[in-house]
């Protein structure tokens, strides 16, 4: 953090509550010599702070003194103070001291009327994000080369090996918990998602010979992935409502999950043929007679034999 930053949060969360150095220190994850540093370039620059006595001792701002506060309203409120509580549950995410300073700011701006109004929210609402520690040294600098546009060499693991790739990435997310990397990958060909705390090494490379210069474009010469040829399926499963639960989380389908008895739901939707094999693995193999997909012609393979066999619904709750 740059020390006007520093400076600005000091006096953030002094508008807030009175604070020892050591607390400030603690929550800016500086010594407390640094504090201190700050606090008299701040008294230096006409900040009026008042040192407080008895054995709690500590800092707080001179009574009337406020910073200008931002034009908020309750709502527009709410909605940042959710968003950065839900990106802070993130394992080894990059922003969460950037969360703990700019909720000070937030709070310290609002009117007290405003904060009451919204509290409630805030202890009832939230975004829920699952608990995964783990490790993810490369987000940072995965995030930089995709706005950076670089092409980078990267060392992958996954359950059974470590592979070698040449990757361009594209953008970086959240989701369930864990960070992803979206890439153009020289290897396969195409654009691959990679989880980022799977990554055990990246560093910028040279672009491959013939890379396109678009975004998104993988290196000139590199046969796509083979086409199946199949017809698009209509994929129709009976879920319980565990089930239910995990389907709504996929990014493709999941709005197409329904509610059609008091302890049933159903996913009725139509895939492309290049995903039949996946949809058997997932709901066939994964989930053991959970589903019933349908698709046209010779598509149905072995599928439809486990599928004809009657297995139950998986108890999956």
């Given at each position: 953090m740059k020390r006007m930053d520093r400076m600005m949060a000091i006096v953030m969360a002094l508008q807030q509550r009175p604070e020892t150095a050591q607390s400030l220190a603690d929550k800016l994850e500086v010594s407390k010599r640094t504090v201190l540093r700050d606090m008299q370039a701040l008294a230096e620059i006409g900040?009026?702070?008042?040192?407080?006595?008895?054995?709690?001792?500590?800092?707080?701002?001179?009574?009337?003194?406020?910073?200008?506060?931002?034009?908020?309203?309750?709502?527009?409120?709410?909605?940042?103070?959710?968003?950065?509580?839900?990106?802070?549950?993130?394992?080894?995410?990059?922003?969460?001291?950037?969360?703990?300073?700019?909720?000070?700011?937030?709070?310290?701006?609002?009117?007290?009327?405003?904060?009451?109004?919204?509290?409630?929210?805030?202890?009832?609402?939230?975004?829920?994000?699952?608990?995964?520690?783990?490790?993810?040294?490369?987000?940072?600098?995965?995030?930089?080369?995709?706005?950076?546009?670089?092409?980078?060499?990267?060392?992958?693991?996954?359950?059974?090996?470590?592979?070698?790739?040449?990757?361009?990435?594209?953008?970086?997310?959240?989701?369930?918990?864990?960070?992803?990397?979206?890439?153009?990958?020289?290897?396969?060909?195409?654009?691959?998602?990679?989880?980022?705390?799977?990554?055990?090494?990246?560093?910028?490379?040279?672009?491959?010979?013939?890379?396109?210069a678009g975004r998104g474009e993988a290196a000139k010469g590199t046969p796509p992935r083979a086409a199946t040829g199949r017809e698009d399926f209509r994929l129709r499963v009976k879920l319980t409502y565990r089930g239910s639960l995990l389907a709504e989380q996929d990014p493709h389908f999941g709005q197409e999950v329904q509610q059609v008895e008091k302890a049933e739901w159903q996913l009725d939707c139509t895939l492309p043929g290049s995903e039949w094999d996946w949809a058997v693995f997932l709901f066939l193999w994964s989930w053991p007679g959970c589903g019933s997909p349908r698709a046209p012609g010779d598509a149905r393979g072995a599928a439809s034999a486990r599928v004809g066999a009657g297995r139950a619904v998986p108890d999956l709750s």
């Open positions: 900040i009026p702070l008042v040192a407080l006595p008895g054995p709690g001792g500590g800092y707080r701002l001179m009574d009337g003194f406020r910073l200008p506060p931002l034009q908020l309203d309750a709502g527009e409120a709410l909605t940042v103070l959710l968003a950065l509580d839900g990106i802070g549950k993130y394992a080894d995410s990059p922003f969460r001291e950037a969360k703990r300073t700019v909720g000070d700011k937030i709070r310290s701006a609002l009117p007290e009327q405003m904060l009451g109004q919204i509290a409630p929210l805030l202890r009832h609402v939230e975004m829920e994000v699952p608990e995964r520690g783990i490790k993810a040294p490369f987000l940072s600098a995965l995030m930089a080369y995709a706005a950076g546009g670089k092409w980078i060499r990267a060392e992958y693991r996954s359950l059974n090996y470590r592979r070698q790739l040449t990757l361009k990435p594209l953008r970086v997310y959240a989701a369930h918990g864990f960070w992803y990397c979206e890439a153009e990958s020289l290897e396969h060909g195409e654009k691959r998602t990679f989880r980022v705390d799977r990554f055990v090494e990246a560093a910028e490379t040279s672009p491959p010979p013939g890379a396109g």
